[in-house]
């Protein structure tokens, strides 16, 4: 069973500086995705990691996938406050379909 | 383009009631999934719809139901409530499943 596990839950930093969020999870998986959730609303797609030593990157946002290692990041650089908010990441449990099994939540605070 | 709108948006259900919630996905996509959030079980996946069959399930019980439409339009039924049914129901679509998923502002679920 996939099992999918974020580190560290809870982060709290300053602006300016870099941090990074990792997801590993247990079982081989085509497919990592990162979303980002503001309190009281949904879910936003940041980034889709389709395949080994994928990368890509948005503004201060960067995330990459290793399969090996069964690892995923999201790298923040010279954070900003407006990115304060729970990033989740999330496997595909079966290969083609729609069911992500997702981890506990980055609950992110990013402070003046 | 209109993205995934969710109903009702709030909602609040006594013990032992039944409830039916509704999905409409962006126009064009064919697949539809739901998830519950809950702050102690996380985000977890109920069930995905493609062309108005059931894919994929996940492990809840059969007071947890299902249907999609053939317009792709999907509804969520529970039935009997419970004290624990109270979360966040979001669902999601996608054109085809195992792409990107864009996900509805979701319905909040009360149960007294």
């Known amino acids: 069973e996939l099992k999918v596990e974020q580190n560290p839950l809870f982060l709290s930093m300053q602006e300016g500086k870099n941090y990074t969020i990792y997801c590993n999870y247990s079982?081989?998986?085509?497919?990592l995705y990162w979303y980002r959730q503001d309190p009281g609303k949904s879910l936003e797609s940041l980034f889709v990691l389709l395949s080994n030593g994928a990368v890509k990157q948005e503004g201060r946002l960067m995330a990459s996938l290793d399969t090996k290692a069964r690892l995923s990041t999201l790298h923040i650089t010279a954070a900003v406050h407006d990115l304060s908010a729970t990033y989740f990441c999330a496997a595909e449990a079966i290969q083609g379909a729609q069911k992500l099994v997702f981890g506990q939540g980055t609950r992110l605070t990013i402070n003046p | 383009k209109a993205g995934v709108t969710q109903t009702p948006r709030y909602l609040i259900k006594t013990r032992g009631q039944q409830v039916t919630l509704s999905c409409s996905p962006i126009s064009g996509h064919r697949s539809v999934s739901w998830y519950q959030q809950t702050p102690g079980q996380g985000l977890q996946f109920l069930f995905e719809?493609?062309?108005?069959?059931?894919?994929n399930k996940g492990n809840f019980p059969g007071r947890f139901s299902g249907r999609q439409f053939s317009n792709s339009r999907s509804e969520m039924n529970v039935s009997t409530l419970e004290l624990g049914d109270s979360a966040l129901y979001l669902c999601a679509s996608s054109l085809q499943g195992s792409e990107k998923l864009f996900f509805g502002s979701g319905t909040q679920l009360s149960v007294l």
């Open positions: 719809y493609f062309s108005e069959t059931q894919r």
């Open positions: 079982t081989t998986s085509d497919r």
